[in-house]
């Protein structure tokens, strides 16, 4: 969906008691959503210390996703339009040369539709279990975009960092889209800007008000400069917007050129006709 140089998208946790993602990927496309974003956790450690980030205690859809490239490639299968979104894929927490082939390889059976929302997670134990310590989590996600993007566009590709390292290696299919899907960097610290000056495509934050929107827009123009980037070419997405619709005419003035609106995980009955008003909403801001 398109309204006023901008588009709209949605997301939903793909968990096992929810919406079927086949179902909601026809029914957002029916609608003339442009997007469908999945989140993903691998596991929930039952022994935690690391807070929730959104407060309070965590949600249950945390542990019931199902692996979004699996649900994004069932998602394909049944839409033509529809751009297949990661929000967010945690790299830290994935193999970089696997994760180049999953990617590579949705995109290459949905001709070219995928967006890759990455981040590097919040949650320590987590992280702790795939090897990660979560002081060097961002380094970790660093090398291991850079290693896809070697994977991606070289043939054959290699990779020697401090975090990841392998000699030339052949990987095929290579993705339909040049140089990989966009890479949204889902982060709204102030060293997120400098990251995605440096190896990202574009800005992915979440709606949330402790989260400076406008002073991250302006802090992401600075970091554009002076890495010698031209700021339009970013995809900017604002990630988990309700149905408020100032503030959605307000996150548009900001700025960003794609809202993604947020969806319980809940059955058809319940998430059909909240998508039904947001298709609404978005229309009514053209």
């Given amino acids: 969906m398109e309204s006023a140089g901008a588009v709209f998208g949605v997301t939903m946790f793909p968990t096992d008691d929810a919406m079927s993602i086949p179902q909601l990927a026809a029914a957002a496309e029916a609608r003339g959503f442009e997007s469908l974003f999945l989140p993903e956790h691998t596991h929930i450690p039952a022994s935690r210390e690391s807070p929730w980030p959104g407060g309070g205690e965590l949600p249950r859809e945390y542990y019931?996703?199902?692996?979004p490239f699996?649900?994004?490639?069932?998602?394909a299968a049944v839409t033509t339009r529809l751009?297949?979104?990661?929000?967010?894929?945690?790299?830290?927490?994935?193999?970089?040369?696997?994760?180049?082939?999953?990617?590579?390889?949705?995109?290459?059976?949905?001709?070219?539709?995928?967006?890759?929302?990455?981040?590097?997670?919040?949650?320590?134990?987590?992280?702790?279990?795939?090897g990660v310590p979560f002081g060097q989590r961002w380094?970790?996600?660093?090398?291991?975009?850079?290693?896809?993007?070697?994977i991606w566009t070289e043939d054959p590709a290699s990779f020697h960092g401090e975090h990841v390292r392998f000699d030339p290696i052949h990987a095929w299919p290579k993705p339909v889209q040049?140089?990989?899907?966009?890479?949204?960097?889902?982060?709204?610290?102030?060293?997120?800007?400098?990251?995605?000056?440096?190896y990202a495509d574009g800005w992915m934050p979440i709606a949330r008000p402790d989260v400076d929107l406008a002073g991250g827009m302006a802090q992401l123009q600075q970091a554009m400069q002076a890495a010698g980037r031209d700021f339009e070419t970013l995809d900017l997405t604002l990630f988990g917007v309700g149905p408020d619709p100032e503030r959605v005419r307000g996150y548009l003035d900001l700025g960003f050129?794609?809202?993604?609106?947020?969806?319980?995980?809940?059955?058809?009955?319940?998430?059909?006709?909240?998508?039904?008003?947001y298709a609404e909403l978005a229309a009514s801001v053209s």
Avoid: C
Wanted: no cysteine.
């Fill in 64 to 67: 019931r996703t199902q692996d």
């Fill in 139 to 150: 380094a970790v996600l660093r090398e291991r975009v850079l290693a896809m993007r070697a």
């Fill in 70 to 75: 699996v649900a994004l490639a069932a998602a």
């Fill in 178 to 198: 040049p140089g990989g899907p966009p890479v949204l960097l889902g982060a709204a610290s102030r060293y997120a800007f400098a990251r995605i000056a440096e």
């Fill in 83 to 130: 751009r297949l979104g990661t929000g967010i894929a945690l790299v830290t927490e994935r193999d970089p040369i696997l994760m180049a082939k999953q990617v590579a390889s949705l995109d290459h059976v949905s001709h070219g539709r995928v967006l890759l929302g990455i981040g590097a997670g919040w949650n320590a134990e987590e992280m702790a279990n795939h």
């Fill in 257 to 277: 050129r794609r809202l993604v609106f947020g969806l319980p995980p809940a059955p058809a009955d319940k998430v059909v006709p909240l998508l039904d008003r």
